[in-house]
T-cell receptor, first 116, second 117 residues
């Protein structure tokens, strides 16, 4: 079973639309970490956010916001008023303690295309 | 602050040949990771170092892949011999805190795109 599921393979929106990228995770641990990364066409993964399992507060950073709900094992990412520069592949990742270290598992990614 | 450096950026080889990738992490970062990212998938961890020791290499195909981080700074990842299914982007990442610490944000390099013909 996948530990991190990003069901949306590709999303296409027009500039200024709001868009939500879904992430559902699976873990038996009580302590874990969730991440979102952006991978633009250049290929380098850019860190966006880290959230630990004990902090369910939603977070807002400019046009980006994240909704963490342990009850549904989801960590969704919303971009408000999308821009062409937001076009990228977005990865959600889960980091659990395994073999004495935190081992990250990435989802398959959601490709976001923002049209002008 | 300089980011994670990787070279080469692109490599094309024929199957059964050998190839090596190099990574220089962010200065002072104790933990270094190598990932394999096959087209259309998320990165998969191959090996994790803390300083010059291996923390986890459970997903490294050890019959053909090897990695080292001799002085606890740069690292090399080698494939010998390469197979067609090794075609992927190989990403290096580093993090400041030791493996196992609660904060484990990783910073990624640009990757090396390997094509095996």
């Amino acid at each position: 079973a996948q530990k991190v599921t990003q069901a949306q393979t590709e999303i296409s929106v027009v500039e200024k639309e709001d868009v939500t990228l879904d992430c559902v995770y699976e873990t038996r641990d009580t302590t874990y970490y969730l991440f979102w990364y952006k991978q633009p066409p250049s290929g380098e993964l850019v860190f966006l956010i880290r959230r630990n399992s004990f902090d369910e507060q939603n977070e807002i950073s400019g046009r980006y916001s994240w909704n963490f709900q342990k009850s549904t094992s989801s960590f969704n990412f919303t971009i408000t008023a999308s821009q062409v520069v937001d076009s990228a592949v977005y990865f959600c990742a889960l980091s659990e303690a395994q073999r004495g270290s935190y081992i990250p598992t990435f989802g398959r990614g959601t490709s976001l295309i923002v049209h002008p | 602050e300089a980011g994670v450096a990787q070279s080469p950026r692109y490599k094309i080889i024929e199957k059964r040949q050998s190839v090596a990738f190099w990574c220089n992490p962010i200065s002072g970062h104790a933990t270094l990771y190598w990932y394999q990212q096959i087209l259309g998938q998320g990165p998969k961890l191959l090996i994790q170092f803390q300083n010059n020791g291996v923390v986890d290499d459970s997903q490294l195909p050890k019959d053909r892949f090897s990695a080292e981080r001799l002085k606890g700074v740069d690292s090399t990842l080698k494939i010998q011999p390469a197979k067609l299914e090794d075609s992927a982007v190989y990403l290096c990442a580093s993090s400041l805190v030791p493996a196992g610490a609660s904060t484990d944000t990783q910073y990624f390099g640009p990757g090396t795109r390997l094509t095996v013909l």
